[in-house]
Antibody, heavy 118, light 108 residues
Framework: QVQLVQSESELKKPGASVKVSCKASGYTFTDNALNWVRQAPGQGLEWMGWINTDTGNPTYAQGFGGRFVFSLDTSVSTAYLQISSLKAEDTAVYYC???????????WGQGTLVTVSS | SFELTQPPSVSVSPGHTARITCSGDALPRRYAYWYQQKSGQAPVLVIYEDDKRPSGIPERFSGSSSGTMATLTISGAQVEDEADYFCYSTDSSGDHYVFGTGTKVSVL
């Protein structure tokens, strides 16, 4: 069955960087794009963008360019979200999610909490 | 910028019907999707393409769309349906996706 397993929670200081991983299993990794979604504490869901797992080409939603970078390692079926120059407002749970044809975001990772605090 | 607006909260008594709305300018031309998120858990897709239900989602969940408004209906709400619900769609160009503002459903 399809599984998306994300890395553990991270505690970082302002100005540092973090790399969140999303390891896929149960299907051919390059067959489906992966999306990233952010959820700040007590807030709603924000679509951050997606990465084409076949070409590696990322697409970023408005407000998620620059410090946010999507990447892949297809040899281990893993997608990454790297955030640089961390700010307190980056504190959030970050999810990866995959579509299944017209069923958008059918599969979700368990989420990774990134806490930015001095 | 493209936005989807939902009411912040909806309350319903067990066994009664809850309706959650999602308003957006592009909805006449774009599908709406609905997600249920229980506390501390990842979201779950409950409706796709306006009115289709994924396998395993109870029949009491249904969706509809008319004009600039999509609606998620929970018929015969159960206590376990208490959660946050988010709609999701895209703007007219199809390039920008966004989640709705979210609705907290209380069943009491």
């Amino acid at each position: 069955q399809v599984q998306l397993v994300q890395s553990e929670s991270e505690l970082k200081k302002p100005g540092a960087s973090v790399k969140v991983s999303c390891k896929a299993s149960g299907y051919t990794f390059t067959d489906n794009a992966l999306n990233w979604v952010r959820q700040a504490p007590g807030q709603g869901l924000e679509w951050m963008g997606w990465i084409n797992t076949d070409t590696g080409n990322p697409t970023y939603a408005q407000g998620f360019g620059g410090r946010f970078v999507f990447s892949l390692d297809t040899s281990v079926s893993t997608a990454y979200l790297q955030i640089s120059s961390l700010k307190a407002e980056d504190t959030a749970v970050y999810y990866c999610a995959r579509d299944a044809d017209q069923l958008l975001f059918l599969y979700w990772g368990q989420g990774t909490l990134v806490t930015v605090s001095s | 910028s493209f936005e989807l607006t939902q009411p912040p909260s909806v309350s319903v008594s067990p066994g009664h019907t809850a309706r959650i709305t999602c308003s957006g300018d592009a909805l006449p031309r774009r599908y709406a999707y609905w997600y249920q998120q229980k506390s501390g858990q990842a979201p779950v897709l409950v409706i796709y393409e306006d009115d289709k239900r994924p396998s395993g989602i109870p029949e009491r969940f249904s969706g509809s769309s008319s004009g600039t408004m999509a609606t998620l209906t929970i018929s015969g709400a159960q206590v376990e349906d208490e959660a946050d619900y988010f709609c999701y769609s895209t703007d007219s160009s199809g390039d920008h996706y966004v989640f709705g503002t979210g609705t907290k459903v209380s069943v009491l």
